[in-house]
């Protein structure tokens, strides 16, 4: 996500001048993002508790 954001030559600060179709896709990608994370995290917590 932070190479995308590189890429454009943006910060994540300055995210909300963006197009609004680039918006949309940049909160997909966050979406997914949030899922890994939530996906890697059941799978530590087995491993921690």
Same mark, same amino acid.
């Given at each position: =996500? #932070?190479?995308?954001? @590189? #890429?454009?030559? *943006? =910060?994540? &600060?300055? &995210?909300?001048?963006?197009? @609004?179709?680039?918006? +949309? *896709?940049?909160? *997909? %990608? =966050? /979406?997914? +993002?949030? /899922?890994?994370? @939530?996906?890697? =995290? @059941? ?5 921690? %508790?």
């Amino acid at each position: =996500m #932070y190479l995308l954001f @590189k #890429y454009k030559g *943006i =910060m994540p &600060s300055v &995210s909300y001048r963006m197009l @609004k179709g680039e918006k +949309e *896709i940049t909160s *997909i %990608f =966050m /979406d997914q +993002e949030l /899922d890994e994370r @939530k996906e890697e =995290m @059941k799978a530590g917590a087995g491993r921690w %508790f």
